[in-house]
C-alpha cells in the first residue's frame, strides 16, 4: 500500500513539474478571465499571452489585460501583470501574494457624488477583502486618473514606480513610490 500511495505522489509530482512545460496556457485565458470577472465584478479580458506554473509555487503571468464593463474605455489595463502566491495560507482561506508586479498599468478611480469610489474592484466582490495580503506590488511606468465628480475635477498621477504592501486590501497599506501629481513631483 505504501509502495503505490509513494508511487502516486512520485506521478503527481512528476506531472506537476513536467505538465507546465507542455501546456498552452494562454487556451486557459477565458477560464482565467470569468473567475477574475467574477472576484473583481468586472469584465476582465486578456489579449496577450498567459503563463502559470505550480511548483514551487503557484504562480500566474499574463499579458495585455483590459478591466472594465465597457472596454472601448475600461476602467484599468495593464500591459503586464505577474502574480506569486503561497500555497499553504491559501488552502486556509486567505490569499498570500508574496510578489505582484504590474507593467504599465493606466487605471481611472471616479470618486462620485456622494463619495462612493469606483474602481477596478467592486465592492460587492464575493471574497473578504481582509483575506488579501499583499507582500510586494512593484508598479512600473503607470498613471492613474482621479475624477471627482462632485467638484467636477480630475487628476493625473503618473507612476515612475512604486513598492506596495498591504495587511488586507482594507489596509493599513504602506507605498513608497516616485510620482508625480498633474506634472508635479510629490515628495
Excluded: C
Excluded at 484599468?76 to 507593467?103: C, H, K, N, Q, Y
Excluded at 504592501?165 to 493599513?172: Q, V
Aim: charge should be negative.
Amino acid at each position: 500500500l505504501f509502495v503505490i500511495v509513494g508511487g502516486l505522489v512520485v506521478l503527481l509530482l512528476t506531472a506537476a513539474l513536467v505538465a507546465p512545460l507542455f501546456v498552452n496556457w494562454t487556451d486557459y485565458r477565458a477560464q482565467f478571465e470569468a473567475e477574475a470577472t467574477k472576484i473583481l465584478g468586472r469584465k476582465v479580458t486578456v489579449e496577450g499571452i498567459a503563463s502559470a506554473r505550480l511548483l514551487p509555487f503557484p504562480s500566474v503571468t499574463f499579458e495585455n489585460i483590459a478591466v472594465g464593463d465597457e472596454l472601448d474605455d475600461p476602467v484599468l489595463t495593464a500591459g503586464r501583470f505577474s502574480m506569486d502566491l503561497e500555497l499553504a495560507p491559501f488552502l486556509s482561506g486567505e490569499v498570500l501574494i508574496f510578489d505582484m508586479r504590474l507593467d504599465q498599468p493606466k487605471g481611472r478611480l471616479t470618486v462620485h457624488e456622494d463619495g462612493t469610489i469606483d474602481w477596478a474592484l467592486r465592492p460587492d466582490s464575493p471574497f473578504d477583502p481582509r483575506q488579501v495580503k499583499i507582500e510586494n506590488l512593484v508598479v512600473l511606468g503607470g498613471q492613474i486618473d482621479i475624477v471627482d465628480e462632485a467638484f467636477g475635477t480630475s487628476h493625473r498621477l503618473d507612476i515612475a514606480s512604486a513598492r506596495i504592501s498591504a495587511r488586507g486590501l482594507t489596509g493599513p497599506w504602506k507605498i513608497t513610490s516616485e510620482l508625480t501629481a498633474d506634472g508635479e513631483p510629490l515628495v
